[in-house]
């Protein structure tokens, strides 16, 4: 008995398999990395101004609130953030005086935070830190934005890839 059409492609599937393992690794090990290598780079920004009573998260989390005003669960899913992660954070913030926040008229339940002129100061030096990487990103990184819409491409296809092996239980 030979070996039938469907045989080869079960084998030729699996080849391919094995050879996209490891650029998968790969792509998963540079995400962690480099999340991690960017709060290194904000801990830096945050030595250099003379910060020392809060850390690279907390600094990030007070950049992603900026002038807005919003709610705990609202950061969690703009940001991404996990929930007793924020919590943690926000509350660490506001005792350091970064952050105000006030309960909500309508939902009591409800906390709306924003920052005070101490947080806008570090949300501030945060944007002028991306405003330099912005302008230097091409000369000094050798990463011109069209290497940087793709990067940001191929990110948004595999968060959207994990998302539906969450919701759907691929």
Known sequence: MGITSSQVSAVVANDDDAAAKPAYLEALTYVE?????????IKDELDRI?????NSVQALLLFNIGDAEMTAGELRTRGHYLGSNVSYNLKKLVEAGYISHQRS??????????????????????????????????????????????????????????????????
């Open 50 to 54: 003379g910060c020392s009573e809060i």
């Open 105 to 170: 008229r309508l939902d009591r339940r409800s906390v709306r935070v924003r920052l005070t002129d101490k947080g806008r100061a570090i949300c501030k030096s945060i944007d002028e830190l991306y405003n330099k990487h912005c302008r230097s990103v091409a000369e000094v990184g050798d990463i011109s934005q069209e290497e940087l819409r793709q990067i940001n491409a191929t990110l948004h296809k595999l968060e959207r890839f994990w998302t539906d092996q969450i919701r759907y239980r691929l």
């Open 33 to 41: 990395r480099l999340h991690r290598r960017l709060l290194d780079v």
